[in-house]
């Protein structure tokens, strides 16, 4: 598994925007297409978003997709999630993780073997 840090997370406001980055220092970055997801608290965490080693595929849970963007630089070794029209219960930790590869199906990255998962980065949602 590639090395991932999260970060971009803070303080928003309802109905404002974040965008998160999903960085690596991994040469092989682009060889993976990198998954987000998300744990509310007290709540068990939940896949979002996907993109395809190339950034051309992407795939969106129904709860996300008007309001969730996904997108790759690989030339940064970086994803980003632009979040939206935030809401409350957008309040959570946001994780990224690698996959060897992309399927438009949210049970195979639920269902993914993860060695680990980083610290992520927290977004609060304020009303």
């Known amino acids: 598994q590639i090395p991932l840090v999260e970060s971009g997370g803070g303080l928003v406001q309802a109905g404002g925007s974040l965008r998160l980055s999903c960085a690596s220092s991994?040469?092989?970055?682009?060889?993976?297409?990198i998954g987000w997801f998300r744990q509310a608290p007290g709540k068990e965490r939940e896949f979002v978003a996907a993109t395809s080693w190339n950034g051309r595929s992407k795939y969106y849970v129904n709860s996300v997709k008007d309001r969730f963007s996904i997108s790759r630089d690989n030339a940064k070794r970086t994803v980003y999630l632009e979040i939206n029209n935030m809401r409350e219960e957008g309040t959570a930790d946001y994780f990224c993780q690698p996959h060897r590869e992309f399927h438009y199906d949210g049970d195979y990255w639920r269902r993914g073997k993860y060695d680990y998962w980083g610290q992520g980065t927290q977004v609060i949602v304020s009303s």
């Open positions: 991994a040469t092989t970055f682009d060889d993976y297409a």
